[in-house]
């Protein structure tokens, strides 16, 4: 959208200092000028003190600062690629489980998986559950990563991410589980960052500060080069994206409160129905790391006031968490041949 010259004033004027300022100091305490922030006990990581998800103002009206923010952000914590997991002498202690539907998103599915296979400091596993009418990418997918099939519950029916989710989460033999989305590129020390919390005895886990989401011509340069440019130009920065695009919970605490409800079948809704039950566990909710997400094209209903996934969320929330974590405990969620009960109307 374009800006008017008072905005542009107003953001060079109050923003801008600000950022500079802190982009030289600590990155992760760059904000909107309205907003709170709360450090993590030890200083590592940040908590923004509100509900939903905000993009960054300053980088919407300059978007320069958008681009030297994820240049120093991966200054830090650098996002590699690997064709396969380096080989550590221990079991998998961290599982990524990623959803899938379709071939739209099959490059970017292959870019996210060579960011899992370049994780270092921790064992690794990656399961990939498609769902869909008949296997279509089984054969794109490296030998490493295993892959699921789950076939939809009615001809027609919605992409149900919950279902793809549960169904991982039940295969994975690492006692930490990362639902992670097919479009997200992950810094080298993710899961091992992870890790380090899941064994000071956190139970779900969100490092996310900045999702950083790359415009449809970077996405483009990308696939073409295979390489990510520290400089690349983002369509929007996006800070306290809780549960969306990639979490952490510890197996036990997983399945102690649910797993994702599988009734929210179409798009939305799910994972902040599921960050609020989780509420309930120990949770680490400061972010301290970048995430560059993969430009595609928006979601259908993404914006529509009649998506039926939001009036389930609205539905859902209005129950307390110990009511709703009941009700699907007593359900078997995760079978890879059914949704849970009443899944579907």
Not at 74 to 102: K, N, Q, T, Y
Not at 163 to 183: C, I, K, M, S, Y
Not at 233 to 251: F, I, K, P, T, Y
Request: glycine share 6%; with cysteine.
């Amino acid at each position: 959208m374009p800006y008017s010259i008072k905005q542009k004033l107003g953001a060079a004027g109050i923003d801008l200092p600000r950022f500079e300022w802190r982009l030289r100091r600590n990155w992760t305490l760059i904000s909107n000028r309205s907003e709170l922030l709360e450090a993590a006990p030890d200083h590592v990581g940040i908590r923004c003190d509100w509900q939903w998800t905000s993009e960054l103002h300053l980088a919407k009206v300059f978007p320069s600062t958008g681009r030297r923010l994820l240049q120093r952000a991966l200054r830090d914590w650098p996002i590699g690629f690997a064709e396969a997991p380096i080989s550590l002498p221990s079991p998998p202690l961290v599982a990524f489980i990623i959803g899938h539907r379709g071939t739209a998103r099959l490059p970017h599915l292959l870019a996210t998986l060579r960011t899992i296979a370049a994780q270092r400091g921790v064992c690794c596993e990656c399961i990939v559950v498609e769902q869909s009418d008949q296997p279509q990418i089984r054969q794109f997918l490296p030998s490493w990563a295993r892959y699921v099939h789950t076939r939809p519950a009615q001809p027609g029916m919605p992409y149900c991410r919950s279902w793809t989710l549960n169904v991982g989460a039940r295969l994975a033999q690492g006692p930490l589980l990362v639902f992670h989305d097919n479009d997200m590129l992950v810094p080298e020390y993710y899961a091992a960052e992870l890790w380090r919390r899941y064994q000071e005895g956190y139970e779900i886990i969100n490092l996310k500060r900045f999702v950083f989401y790359l415009n449809e011509f970077e996405t483009s340069k990308f696939f073409e080069t295979t390489v990510l440019a520290p400089n690349a130009c983002s369509e929007a920065v996006v800070q306290n994206l809780e549960a969306g695009g990639s979490v952490a919970a510890g197996r036990d605490a997983f399945l102690a409160i649910g797993g994702f409800d599988e009734s929210f079948v179409g798009w939305g809704g799910e994972d902040n129905e599921f960050w609020d039950r989780a509420q309930t566990r120990r949770v680490w909710p400061y972010g301290h790391l970048p995430i560059v997400h993969l430009w595609h094209a928006a979601q259908p209903r993404k914006t529509d006031p009649a998506n039926p996934t939001l009036r389930r969320y609205a539905e859902r929330l209005s129950m307390a968490p110990e009511s709703r974590i009941a009700q699907l405990r007593s359900r078997e969620f995760g079978r890879p041949d059914a949704l849970s009960a009443d899944a579907l109307p």
